[in-house]
């Protein structure tokens, strides 16, 4: 499956501009990581993109994203990609046995962290975000509450790249893409002499 016949597949089952973005910013750190590793770009980048495309059809954890599988199969989707997206929901059972079952795992709740952070800096910006920066609203649980710390250690010590070294990674991968994430930033203005 290419990224095009993936991203139809977004656009047919995702009308959430924040969802497509999380999706795309889960991609691009999935492509690094393929990168880095020698693995397949577009088959990690791919599992990137498709990992939530249900999530708005099959909204609880119930449902998602097992309910999405006979879709995927319909589209004829390789089990492996398949098989990765299960393993990224803890509530299906599946195990991550693979680089990029557990890539995937270490990629998704990390994006939504940096995204947060990258939200209330005045550049609204990737490109002058920080690992530091992740660390100083890591301590603070009421910020970006809904992003599930424990979850995030966890997933990096079991795809073996340390937590801080992980969000230098995720950062990186994400402003290759930041104008597609809405992180590209606001002009600095400067003061007048």
Known sequence: MNRAEALSIVQEFVQSENLRRHMY????????YAEKFGED??????????HDFDWE???TLDQHPQAGVPILQERH??????RAIQSHAEHTGVPRTTRMEKALMACDEITGLITAVALV????SLHDLTASSVKKKWKDRAFAAGANRGEIEQAALEFGVPLWEHVDNVILAMRRIAPELGLEGNPVEKPEN
């Open 57 to 59: 059809i099959h909204p």
């Open 121 to 124: 800096r005045p550049s609204r």
């Open 77 to 82: 989707v390789p089990e492996e990609i398949i």
């Open 25 to 32: 910013a889960v991609e691009a750190a999935m492509q690094f």
């Open 41 to 50: 770009v577009e088959t990690w980048g791919v599992t990137g993109l498709l």
